[in-house]
């Protein structure tokens, strides 16, 4: 990685500019569409952001955290960049695919890195039965909505709604209800990572529901499938100390 084009791309907050303004002055840089490796400034959701934005070229992207919290981000420093680049450890994941079809018969399609949501439109609670692989596991999920996490997005959405945070290598997806009112005690699942999900609302036009993949929105939703796009790779990298496994599970115990 040492002899690899590099190129920056930051968020807009005053430290991820300050960051981007001193790695160019110190590290020849290319535009994102030579590179061989982005490094992108910012918090997780600017990472999450040019997962998607650069998941065609097929770069490999390396975080160093000017925003929040970082959970995907590595410690910011500007000294030895191309040796840290290149002892980086590669993490692989594929985004979710998301196929909705509205009540009028349109359907969209778009990827999301973190989760697939489907919420409630109006004071109305959402009913919607949930298959998974062409099985019917709830007849009626009556709720604010409910998603399908990756586990890069585990410590996302899924995590306020109360789902599990699961390591980004286990081959899995988290199913969770958003304040499910029926039934009651059902906290979701953990699916195998091939599995196909269908959410099929009921009484769509009393409980209207919309979907979204990350921040790609559809409205008055009849059916949407959700299912792991293999044909699709994203690579983070990390340092060796930064210890993704560790973050993970101290993120569990902590209050």
Wanted: contains cysteine.
């Amino acid at each position: 990685m040492k002899d690899k084009k590099i190129a920056f791309v930051a968020g807009d907050a005053a430290e991820a500019q300050e960051a981007l303004d001193e790695l160019s002055q110190r590290y020849d840089a290319v535009e994102a569409a030579e590179a061989d490796v982005i490094v992108a400034l910012g918090g997780d959701g600017f990472m999450l952001t040019n997962l998607h934005n650069f998941k065609d070229q097929g770069v490999p992207i390396f975080g160093m955290n000017r925003g929040t919290i970082g959970f995907l981000m590595n410690e910011y420093g500007p000294d030895d960049l191309p040796d840290r680049l290149a002892r980086a450890e590669p993490v692989e994941m594929h985004p979710l695919k998301m196929t909705a079809t509205t009540v009028k018969g349109e359907v969209e399609e778009a990827p999301a890195i973190n989760d697939v949501s489907l919420l409630r439109q109006t004071q109305q609670t959402a009913k919607i039965k949930i298959s998974v692989d062409g099985v019917v596991r709830l007849e009626e999920l009556i709720c604010d909505g409910v998603l399908v996490s990756t586990p890069a997005g585990s410590t996302a959405y899924n995590l306020s709604a109360h789902g599990p945070i699961v390591p980004i290598g286990s081959e899995v997806l988290c199913l969770t209800p958003i304040s499910a009112f029926r039934p009651r005690r059902w906290r979701g699942a953990i699916l195998p990572h091939a599995a196909t999900v269908l959410f099929e609302v009921l009484e769509s036009d009393k409980r209207p529901v919309s979907a979204c993949a990350d921040d790609f929105e559809v409205r008055d939703v009849a059916t949407v499938e959700v299912s792991e796009d293999q044909s699709i790779t994203v690579t983070m990298l990390f340092d060796p100390e930064h210890d993704l496994e560790e973050r993970i599970l101290k993120e569990q115990f902590d209050n």
